[in-house]
């Protein structure tokens, strides 16, 4: 439905994802869960929403994960949004996260993330 709504077609919750929102106490009311749902359909990388996008992981999963994947993605995410706040432009994109811009291509390289305008769109909905 949300997909729709932001014209992702094929967009869709892995199974973290849909564990995470079961899992999830929901103290706030339908609008929170539709607020999460929303927000990682926006950041969804291509077409999967995952349960860090909903930003539903409790303490306890958290410290569960290794520091090594944390890191990968908190550095993923900051790339993602680094690159959608400048719409695109990899040079402010780097300003932003200050880095190198040869440092933020080897970054958008290992951690699979396409530079194209869709990504740069996401954030203009």
């Known amino acids: 439905?949300?997909?729709?709504?932001?014209?992702f077609p094929g967009c869709h919750l892995t199974d973290d994802?849909?564990?995470?929102?079961?899992?999830?106490d929901w103290p706030g009311n339908v609008r929170e869960l539709i607020n999460r749902v929303r927000?990682?359909?926006?950041?969804s990388d291509k077409g999967r929403v995952n349960?860090?996008?909903?930003d539903l992981l409790s303490i306890k999963?958290?410290?569960l994960l290794p520091l090594k994947v944390l890191?990968?993605?908190?550095?993923?995410?900051a790339i993602i949004?680094?690159?959608q706040l400048s719409h695109g432009h990899a040079e402010q994109a780097a300003?932003?996260?200050?880095i190198s811009r040869a440092t933020l291509y080897r970054l958008l390289e290992k951690h699979d993330i396409d530079q194209s305008e869709e990504l740069c769109l996401k954030n203009k909905n």
């Open 1 to 7: 439905m949300f997909a729709r709504e932001f014209d």
């Open 17 to 24: 994802a849909c564990r995470a929102l079961q899992r999830h």
């Open 39 to 43: 927000r990682a359909v926006v950041l």
């Open 51 to 54: 349960a860090a996008a909903l």
């Open 61 to 63: 999963e958290v410290e």
């Open 71 to 77: 890191k990968n993605q908190v550095e993923r995410t």
């Open 81 to 83: 949004n680094a690159m």
């Open 95 to 98: 300003v932003h996260l200050q």
